[in-house]
């Protein structure tokens, strides 16, 4: 039997006594665990009362500024997609052309074609 050693903030450390079975994974009794737990639940709580970094407000100017920002990439992405919406178009105009030159062509060999069996 080992003991997994647990660091707390208060600087003292904390053992869960634990085993390792043959698949090399550790067992845990359930009222080992549940002592650990709530011995440990205080500084849990602590935590959940401090504040995350995420939820504090950004001052209205950095805000004004990041908005700004997004409407300018927006402005290049939506001319990006302009320009790219031209070259599609320009280049299946110039699909359908050779299309329709190739379609000539074969068109013409067709009826140019002479039969060995034909007479003139």
């Known amino acids: 039997m080992r003991a997994i050693k647990m660091d707390v903030p208060s600087g003292d450390e904390r053992k869960l ?5 043959n698949r090399n994974r550790w067992q845990i009794e359930t009222d080992d665990l549940d002592v650990w737990a709530a011995h440990c639940a205080h500084s849990v709580r602590a935590q959940d009362d401090a504040q995350p970094a995420a ?4 001052p ?5 500024e990041e908005l700004s920002r997004l409407r300018v990439e927006a402005g290049m992405l939506r001319e990006r997609a302009e320009t790219a919406e031209r070259d599609r178009d ?6 359908g052309a050779w299309k ?3 379609e000539a062509l074969m068109g ?3 009826t140019r074609r002479r039969r060995w069996w034909s007479r003139r």
Do not use: F, K
Not at 17 to 21: E, I, S
Not at 60 to 64: F, K, R, S
């Open 90 to 95: 320009a280049w299946r105009e110039d699909a």
């Open 17 to 21: 006594p634990a085993r390792r079975d």
């Open 108 to 110: 013409d060999l067709a």
């Open 55 to 58: 939820l504090v407000s950004t």
């Open 60 to 64: 209205l100017e950095a805000q004004v």
């Open 100 to 102: 329709r030159q190739a």
